[in-house]
């Protein structure tokens, strides 16, 4: 299968401050990749949908200006948490497209705010 | 609203037996169908796709799909330890952009040695 790659896997930072999430297609080149986040025993939740050279399509109830998704090229894609609160706090899984409509999930990173 | 429902489990089966995972959906003409598995804080791996009724076999997992039914399930033969995860289904449906998938909350599968 497809292999996709997310740094960092895990970080611990402090309220307040900005995390950078990095999503890279290692094998191929993906126009779509998608943003998850899963919370402990609970299930997979579409975040956003980002599409090479546009703006990102998020799903309802996910704040637009604070998970910033851009997408600049066709292997990387990039999730940035602004102002983390603890609430953020939680696993962020991005996948990507390829092949007939099949999504392969990156390795996730593990975000603790305190 | 698009769904896919799966029994949340724990569905615990013994080493050697056959686990049976199941599946429903809600848009008759979805063509699309995908069983993933996630292992205890890892991110979901793809185990099968299946795209037209019937079964489908690779290795000791057979997937096996009825649209009449709506209905999608994965059989686990010889099940292992090493099988014990949550297994989740996802379906493509019809007008949804490219890719994108709606996912089941999973089935979390124990088998016992």
């Known amino acids: 299968g497809a292999v996709v790659s997310q740094h960092p896997s895990r970080v611990i930072c402090k309220s307040g401050t900005s995390v950078k999430i990095e999503c890279r297609s290692l094998?191929?080149?993906?126009?779509?990749m998608f943003w998850y986040r899963q919370f402990p025993k609970k299930s997979l939740m579409l975040m956003a949908t980002?599409?090479?050279?546009?703006?990102?399509?998020?799903e309802q109830g996910v704040e637009k200006d604070k998970f910033l998704i851009n997408h600049a090229s066709l292997t990387l894609s990039t999730l940035t948490v602004t102002s983390a609160h603890p609430e953020d706090s939680s696993f962020y899984i991005c996948s990507a497209g390829q092949g007939p409509e099949t999504q392969y999930f990156g390795p996730g990173t593990r975000l603790l705010v305190l | 609203q698009k769904e896919v429902e799966q029994n949340s489990g724990p569905l615990s089966v013994p080493e050697g037996a056959i686990a049976s995972l199941n599946c429903t959906y809600s848009d008759r003409v979805s063509q699309s169908f995908f069983w993933y598995r996630q292992y205890s804080g890892k991110s979901p791996e793809l185990i099968m796709s299946i795209y037209s009724n019937g079964d489908k076999e690779d290795g000791r997992f057979t997937a096996q799909l009825n649209k009449a039914s709506q209905y999608v399930s994965l059989l686990i033969r010889d099940s292992q330890p090493s099988d014990s995860a949550t297994y989740l289904c996802?379906?493509?449906?019809?007008?949804?952009?490219?890719?994108?998938?709606?996912f089941g909350k999973g089935t979390k599968l124990s088998v016992i040695p």
């Open positions: 996802a379906v493509k449906y019809s007008g949804a952009g490219s890719y994108q998938l709606t």
């Open positions: 980002s599409n090479e050279g546009s703006k990102a399509t998020y």
């Open positions: 094998d191929f080149q993906a126009t779509t």
